[in-house]
């Protein structure tokens, strides 16, 4: 079995107010809480920093995914949005990809379904959605694109 450490380093001063960083191999920013949450909202902060992890590993397992199915496609961009509440306490509620496949070829009813089997695995495989899985209601909501 293969085992992959990651690390991040980081630092915090202050409250809801406060200001921190955080760096990794390829990360290194400012991080506060949302002003939304009353926080002072400069760089980024742990919502974003989570659906930016969902959103991203979601895209490589899809595009990894259409290769294993041999389904040509120029490239796929991506649109996630998620739902915190204070429902029980502050938590995630729900996240939505909405990503957009760029095909290669024209959209048959077998490609839409091989694309529709594809988007479910992807979302199954993704790492950082199966570490919420339980927690956070993931869904995804394709949209196929071709030149024709």
Known sequence: MTDYHFELNG?????WDGEG?????GLSTTIS????????G???NPDE???SALASCYLITLGIRLKKEAI???HI????KAVVTKKGGLHFEKVTHFPIIYLADPLTEPLERKLLTCITLAERDCVIAKAVKGNVQVTV?????TND
């Open 11 to 15: 630092d915090w001063e202050g409250s």
């Open 33 to 40: 809480v949302d002003t939304s949450m009353s926080g002072k």
């Open 42 to 44: 400069v760089g980024t």
């Open 77 to 80: 961009e991506i649109r996630t």
């Open 141 to 145: 909501n394709p949209k196929f694109v």
């Open 49 to 51: 920093l989570l659906i």
């Open 72 to 74: 040509g496609y120029d």
């Open 21 to 25: 960083k955080v760096e990794t191999n």
